[in-house]
């Protein structure tokens, strides 16, 4: 199920428990490893039915140029980080 993750799915995808999220809850999942104010948005997102989150993911996902900006450059992660990284 992995590997057909990896090359069919156009989303940010995190494997958890040998478990493919992808769309919102993988993004809910990145929020909750993040912490802080992110865990307002994990308690949120329990009240809201998986098809809204997924439809307000993708809604985001396809602006998310005009909503947070372009960058010229990718950002790299700390040294210290790069083991929550796939090579």
């Known amino acids: 199920v992995h590997q057909y993750a990896l090359q069919h799915i156009d989303s940010v995808i995190v494997i958890k428990q040998n478990k493919v999220l992808i769309h919102a809850q993988a993004a809910i999942a990145i929020a909750?490893?993040?912490?802080?104010?992110?865990s307002i948005l994990v308690i949120i997102s329990h009240i809201i039915p998986l098809k809204v989150k997924d439809a307000l993911y993708?809604?985001?996902?396809?602006?998310?140029?005009?909503?947070?900006?372009?960058?010229?450059?990718?950002?790299?992660?700390?040294?210290?980080?790069?083991?929550?990284?796939?090579?």
């Open 58 to 87: 993708k809604l985001v996902a396809k602006r998310r140029y005009r909503i947070f900006g372009q960058k010229q450059t990718c950002w790299m992660p700390h040294p210290d980080l790069m083991h929550k990284f796939l090579n």
């Open 32 to 38: 909750k490893g993040l912490g802080g104010w992110f």
